[in-house]
């Protein structure tokens, strides 16, 4: 009877105080155990630096497509002979190779009008384009995706671009 408190009530049983739930899910660490990870890597939870830049293959990707476009203009309007109604085909292929390298050619008045003044404005300007594609494609795929995709999307932009020019230029010549 000695357990029996002053009322005569029996002692309640020793039971532990609940466990409190853990503060976030997963095993927890002390303090101790952060400190002794601190040189481990630990996960991604701030923002990542971009990838390093790459310094010049969106500008060089984008340069070898006009002088693709160049080089199959050139092999269309004079390494294949033609002559009268034959070179129509030929020619209508390498003005179109032509304006592919040289976007801004219907800006500066090719084909309408040729001559040393408006082909050279062609070429500064196409090139002028060209660059800015490289260094666009170059900066958007540091922040994800690859060159190519960037400069043949750009550039289907800028060749669309210089087609409908070059389609209002002679609808307008035509009028």
């Given at each position: 009877m000695a357990d029996l408190d002053p009322w005569g009530s029996e002692p309640a049983a020793a039971t532990a105080p609940p466990s409190a739930p853990p503060l976030r899910p997963g095993p927890q660490i002390s303090a101790w155990e952060r400190l002794e990870n601190l040189d481990r890597p630990q996960p991604a939870m701030a923002p990542q630096p971009l990838r390093p830049s790459r310094s010049s293959v969106g500008v060089l990707w984008a340069a070898g497509v006009p002088v693709l476009a160049l080089l199959a203009?050139?092999?269309f309007l004079r390494a294949i002979p033609c002559s009268g109604k034959a070179c129509v085909v030929p020619g209508a292929a390498g003005w179109s190779a032509g304006l592919l390298a040289m976007p801004t050619a219907p800006l500066a008045g090719l084909p309408w009008q040729s001559g040393p003044l408006a082909l050279a404005i062609a070429a500064a300007t196409s090139v002028a384009v060209w660059i800015?594609?490289?260094w666009w494609s170059q900066r958007r795929s540091s922040e994800g995706g690859s060159v190519t995709r960037q400069v043949l999307w750009l550039?289907?932009?800028?060749w669309l671009g210089s087609l409908a020019g070059l389609l209002v230029g002679t609808l307008a010549l035509a009028a």
């Open positions: 203009a050139w092999l800015a594609i490289g550039g289907a932009a800028v």
